[in-house]
């Protein structure tokens, strides 16, 4: 992060860093370098060190310093998706025969990275309980070199005490990467608790209207920084000038709508835990939820993202998520409008039959910003 933004507060630089007006034409708003490559003075004279824009691209770059700063990082580095993202960082730090040690709840798209693709690759991976400090280091082996977590964890809102963890890596000479999708850098600061690198899907709260696909990494180490850069170019999967503009877009309004995301998902855990037909409410929000105390610590607030178990089983579960309106059943989440899915059937269908398995009758809401009366009405309504 530039010392120009360090001194401000989260909302100041998620509007301005990055984010310096044009100065052909003063344009308040960074223009879209819709463009491939660039006029270079001469055999290697670069305008601004750019030069094809898979290198470098000053809308990305943009993006790229935004993010950095949010994060409290020294560089930040923008993909064409969370996993493009997630595939650069592996390949960066990895090689066959190293060892990962991964967390029990997580991403579906990311346990198939490891289990289908670096595991191909000569890369081994164990599964831990991240919430459980001790589970995390009996999974530390001679050959490990990372520790992935996710916190809150994606879909049974588990956490992990960022800090604690950090602690062992630091002892087992490792690196932790830790998934900040589900609460964004507005409410949580995995770098300043120790991280040695934040991963985002900017598809998610950063873009936050449904309208763009990306990824994220952010570190405060200069050094891996470069190291990912130079993968980040030699690998190609960046994101587009387009794309880049789209989340800076979002990220300017990312705190008020982070701030409305918990404010609504608050009241909707209220309902669901006095229904009925609901089993069990997973939010690290409530006090009786086990990460609830480490959650209050290092998050500013709970966040949007609510997961239930329901009577009745599968079915039971899947006929809910068919019969809601104004929830869009759908996967992805973090966007304005509140959308509700099956993890078993829908995100997670690539962890049946692992130690990641979800249960059959969970379901996912992300809750968006929409009036909250009118999303309980509709919960109640798919309930029955």
């Known amino acids: 992060m530039s010392d120009q933004h360090s001194h401000q507060s989260f909302e100041t630089r998620a509007i301005h860093a990055g984010n310096t007006a044009d100065p052909l034409t003063g344009a308040v708003v960074p223009p879209i370098y819709q463009v491939s490559t660039y006029k270079q003075d001469g055999v290697g004279g670069l305008r601004g ?4 824009s898979r290198s470098a ?3 990305r770059t943009a993006l790229e310093e935004n993010l950095a700063a949010l994060e409290g990082g020294r560089r930040g580095l923008a993909f064409a998706s969370g996993l493009a993202a997630e595939d650069c ?3 960066t730090l990895l ?10 709840d997580a991403y579906g798209g990311t346990f198939r990275l490891f289990a289908k693709v670096v595991q191909r690759w000569g890369v081994d991976f164990s599964v831990a309980n991240t919430s459980d400090v001790e589970s995390v280091r009996a999974a530390i082996n001679e050959r490990t070199k990372l520790i992935w977590v996710e916190t809150p964890s994606n879909p049974l809102l588990g956490i992990t005490d960022i800090e604690a963890v950090a602690g062992v ?3 087992a000479g490792v ?3 830790v998934d900040n999708t589900f609460a964004s850098p507005y409410l949580q600061q995995p770098l300043a608790l120790g991280a040695d690198v934040v991963v985002h899907s900017l598809t998610k709260y950063m873009g936050g209207h449904s309208d763009v696909v990306g990824g994220a990494l952010v570190t405060a180490d200069a050094e891996l920084g470069e190291e990912l850069a130079y993968h980040q170019n030699a690998m190609g999967a960046v994101a587009g000038p387009f794309d880049s503009w789209i989340v800076l877009r979002g990220i300017k309004t990312l705190a008020v709508r982070m701030d409305r995301h918990a404010e609504n998902a608050a009241k909707v855990v ?3 835990t006095q229904h009925p037909k609901v089993t069990q409410v997973l939010y690290p929000g409530l006090p009786e939820h086990p990460g609830h105390e480490i959650a209050a610590k290092q998050m500013r607030n709970f966040g949007g993202m609510i ?3 329901v009577e009745g089983g599968e079915e039971a579960a899947v006929e809910v998520c068919n019969r809601a309106e104004l929830f869009t059943l759908g996967e992805s989440l973090g966007g304005v409008e509140s959308l509700i899915e099956h993890p078993g059937r829908m995100t997670h269908a690539s962890v049946a039959g692992s130690a990641l398995e979800v249960p059959a009758d969970l379901i996912r809401l992300s809750v968006g910003i929409e009036n909250v009366d009118d999303l309980i009405a509709d919960l109640r309504k798919a309930l029955g």
Not at 49 to 52: L, Q, V
Not at 95 to 104: C, L, T
């Open 95 to 104: 090689a066959p025969g190293d060892h990962v040690v991964i967390p029990n």
């Open 270 to 272: 209220e309902m669901l």
């Open 307 to 309: 997961s239930f178990r």
């Open 49 to 52: 060190g750019y030069e094809y």
């Open 89 to 91: 960082l592996l390949r």
């Open 169 to 171: 890596a630091r002892q």
């Open 175 to 177: 690196k932790l990467v």
């Open 57 to 59: 691209n000053p809308t």
